[in-house]
């Protein structure tokens, strides 16, 4: 006849976990983690790629605002026809300024912008701008 084990107590059958789940246990984590990863990883990407994007679009449009404010006559002079205008928070950046026809009025800009990103490669915009006296 077995006696009834007091309250409190649990046999040796039954005391902590057994090898299989264990491993099911682990398995589990690991496909969660995995998941999580493969989800955060092009989120970071994006990210990084939205940050380069920003810098460029401030780049651009600061150098555009400032040809805006320069006198016409001295656009030619400080601006000259293949001018390139680094960028220190871009790898490679650079912005290179030419002119459709110099010796016209309206004076058409074209602002190119191009870097080496890590995340698609080499990236380039154009834009263009019209000044008139």
């Known amino acids: 006849m077995s006696c009834p084990m007091p309250a409190g107590r649990r046999s040796e059958r039954t ?3 057994s090898l ?4 099911v246990a682990v398995a589990l984590l690991a496909v969660l983690t995995l998941s999580t990863l493969l989800t955060l990883i092009p989120i970071s990407r994006q990210t990084r790629l939205n ?5 460029a679009t401030y780049a651009v449009s600061d150098t555009l ?6 006198p016409f006559n001295d656009l030619l002079t400080l601006y000259p026809a293949g001018q ?11 912005i290179v300024i030419a002119y459709v ?18 995340e698609v490669g080499s ?11």
């Open 101 to 118: 026809d110099p010796t016209t009025d309206p004076l058409v800009m074209n602002v190119a912008l191009s870097w080496e990103s890590d």
């Open 65 to 70: 605002e400032k040809i805006h404010a320069t």
């Open 20 to 23: 299989l789940e264990t491993i």
């Open 15 to 17: 005391a902590g976990f």
């Open 51 to 55: 940050r380069e994007l920003e810098v």
């Open 84 to 94: 390139s205008i680094p960028i220190d928070d871009l790898p490679s950046g650079q």
């Open 123 to 133: 990236m380039t915009r154009n834009f263009t701008t019209v000044r008139t006296e």
